[in-house]
């Protein structure tokens, strides 16, 4: 997969992207990542990237003519452009995977008090935004929906991944996991999950999964919801 973005502050992006799952991505050819500095396409000696709003109101806008210039730089034919902003539809698992199967992805960073409304109009595919708050800049949202799509690309996680993402494709909570040692600090690992008994483990941990679910995210709702699409990952 091919991600390219469209940034205000490229170097936020060192580091982060180069570490962990995402670092292994890129080393091995599964996720190609181009950071473009929106500046580069000003023509004036400011560089200006910003502008005042028309009708008055506080703050700047990002001027249409670098983000046009640069979008139609960087688009090919099947290119997802996506603009991050918390006016967008809100991240979730479900989206992730829809955008883990795009070939080339183009994300625009939102900065200031926001866009020239004719950017979404004339270049986003998709607006999304990863929750209701707000950051002073789009980098760290880009960041976040890269990270998350580049652990689904095929040969970057093993086996273990499948089985997480498969739990949240059913809407529920993981159940609690533990590891050794079987006590510590007087906590016992629950005697069920030692036992070995296969069948009764897959009980527990459906049950487990089904009361974590109410307790924490009642909003899940479980199997078959249009809304279990929310991962926790813990
Ligand atoms: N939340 N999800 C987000 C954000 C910064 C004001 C528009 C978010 O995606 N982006 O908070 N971005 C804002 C700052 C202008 C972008």
Redo the contacts with the bound molecule.
């Keep these: 997969m091919n991600i390219d973005v469209l940034t205000l502050f490229p170097g936020m992006f060192a580091g982060p992207l180069d570490e962990s799952i995402v670092g292994r991505a890129r080393a091995l050819g599964r996720l190609t990542l181009k950071i473009h500095n929106l500046r580069d396409y000003t023509h004036d000696r400011h560089r200006t990237v910003d502008d005042r709003p028309f009708g008055g109101g506080p703050g700047m806008l990002l001027k249409p003519e670098p983000v046009f210039e640069a979008v139609e730089g960087l688009v090919g034919e099947r290119t997802r452009t996506v603009l991050?902003?918390?006016t967008?539809r809100k991240l979730t698992q479900a989206i992730v995977r829809e955008l883990a199967s795009a070939e080339h992805i183009l994300l625009v960073c939102?900065?200031?008090?926001?866009f020239d409304e004719r950017i979404r109009q004339a270049l986003a595919d998709d607006e999304?935004?990863?929750?209701d708050?707000?950051?002073?800049?789009?980098a760290l949202?880009a960041m976040v929906l890269i990270d998350a799509v580049a652990r689904l690309l095929p040969g970057v996680l093993g086996d273990e991944s499948s089985s997480v993402d498969e739990s949240f494709s059913h809407g529920l909570l993981e159940y609690p996991q533990y590891t050794r040692p079987a006590e510590y600090r007087g906590m016992k690992v629950p005697e069920v999950l030692l036992s070995g008994n296969h069948a009764e483990i897959a009980r527990w941990r459906a049950e487990q999964a089904r009361q974590r679910t109410m307790e924490c995210r009642p909003d899940l709702k479980g199997p078959g919801s249009a809304d279990g699409q929310v991962s926790v990952d813990e």
């Design positions: 991050l902003t918390p967008g939102g900065s200031y008090e926001g999304i935004s990863i929750g708050y707000v950051l002073t800049n789009g949202p």
